[in-house]
């Protein structure tokens, strides 16, 4: 065991190669390609026994992936925004298959307008594909949340794909120190993939729903593999349980921090988390009894675990780094469901903010919160709101008047605080 600076795709990297991972389909883009090439450049130079194969496409990459999983083989692969969504057939195609491989993507918003950086609208667009999904907040998280999320998708229980997620940039090239287990004590935690009986043999035939089926025998297996998705609620606390004997680190489906006696709650997923622990630490020190929730497991959806935790606040902000056009935010809605008819439910306030990379700031979360108590105060739900700024909104005029054109107002007149 040692303790080294990592980037969130070091620690990724990092997390397959102490896997042992037999495959690596790849396929660059950013910010993921650092991943591939670091378990590229051990692969050549005989440090890891793996094979990293570059495919032409994403949608070939996951179609690669799916079939080596399904013949028994121990497999890793990453991708990121656009990336995710050109292999997205195969992404719903590949639990269907029953193949469990596990794949990081790092988190970048989508087109268009084009950027690099994060927000969630790429992973959220697969929550509903039959991927089990885990979100990191630290390197450390997401070297060990690889470990763990082998040995969840292998469970006899569920034999199902999962992604790891990290944001792009704020985590993907942030170097933090990241522990680093021996070899030997991985293997204690995750031994070699066993395939069982479900592994397709040329002499063992299996039934794996990869034919085509009328509506009856559809249906069969699409439950099927649902079941197997809830499944993986009960199987993910054995697998947290044995993580934090053998390592130490304990990682809950869902992290409550500060969260005991708090009556209000800060609800997000991803590296902006860690801010709002500091913003929660601050509020404290005003007096504010408040606490953040950051579900880790988002499929299968802990709802029941996220009722218990809570029940009896007076109201949580949730805080949506996606936007689903026409709806709003995703976390909010789910949250929301999840919540309905539920005694002592607390008060839900939507805000979208992060997207596209933009930083949510000290300040806003601070904002949120006493907006947050004022709405607690006043038993009345606000309209969600998107984190923007009447600056940030004067700068894209000036950009406007630049470009000669003019796109239709539809944000005059709001408050832009």
């Known amino acids: 065991m040692r303790r080294t600076l990592l980037t969130g795709n070091g620690a ?31 692969s050549e130079r005989g440090e890891m026994a793996g094979r990293v194969v570059t495919l032409d496409s994403e949608h070939s990459m996951l179609t690669a992936a799916a079939a080596a999983a399904a013949t028994g083989v121990r497999v890793f692969t990453a991708t990121s925004s656009q990336g995710l969504l050109y292999g997205m057939e195969m992404i719903y195609t590949a639990p269907g298959w029953r193949a469990p491989f596990v794949m990081v993507n790092v988190s970048r918003a989508l087109a268009s307008p084009i950027t690099l950086e994060a927000d969630h609208n790429d992973i959220l667009a697969a929550r509903d594909s039959g991927f089990l999904q885990i979100h990191c907040a630290t390197c450390q998280e997401v070297l060990d949340s690889v470990l763990m999320a082998y040995r969840l998708a292998e469970h006899p229980q569920v034999r199902l794909p999962a992604i790891v997620n990290l944001d792009g940039f704020y985590l993907s090239f942030t170097r933090e120190p990241v522990v680093i287990p021996d070899q030997e004590q991985v293997r204690r935690f995750l031994p070699p993939f066993d395939p069982g009986n479900v592994a397709f043999r040329a002499d063992r035939p299996a039934s794996q729903a990869a034919l085509v089926l009328g509506g009856s025998l559809y249906s069969y297996f699409r439950y099927e593999a649902h079941l197997a998705t809830l499944q993986a609620l009960t199987a993910y606390e054995e697998v947290a349980q044995a993580f934090e004997r053998e390592m130490g680190r304990r990682y809950p489906a869902v992290e409550a921090y500060r969260a005991e006696d708090a009556e209000y709650i800060f609800f997000l997923m ?12 601050r509020l404290r020190e005003r007096g504010m009894r408040i606490g953040v929730v950051r579900p880790r497991l988002l499929r299968p959806y802990p709802a029941r675990i996220l009722q218990e935790l809570l029940r009896g606040r007076r109201a949580v902000a949730v805080i949506d780094q996606n936007l689903s056009m026409g709806m709003g935010g995703i976390l909010y809605s789910e949250l929301a469901s999840a919540l309905y008819g ?3 439910a607390p008060m839900l306030v939507s805000y979208i903010g992060g997207l596209g990379g933009r930083d949510i700031s000290t300040e806003e979360l601070f904002t949120m919160a006493a907006q947050t108590r004022e709405a607690a105060d006043a038993g009345v739900t606000p309209e969600p709101r998107l984190l923007y700024t009447a600056a940030e909104l004067r700068e894209v005029r000036k950009m406007q008047t630049i470009a000669g054109s003019k796109l239709p107002g539809h944000m005059e007149g709001k408050n832009d605080e």
């Open 270 to 281: 991803g590296a902006y988390a860690t801010k709002a622990k500091d913003a929660v630490n």
């Open 342 to 344: 539920m005694k002592d």
């Open 12 to 42: 990724a990297a990092w997390g397959a190669r102490l896997a042992e991972a037999d495959y690596v389909p790849a396929f660059p883009i950013t910010p993921q390609t650092e991943i591939i090439e670091a378990l590229a450049g051990w």
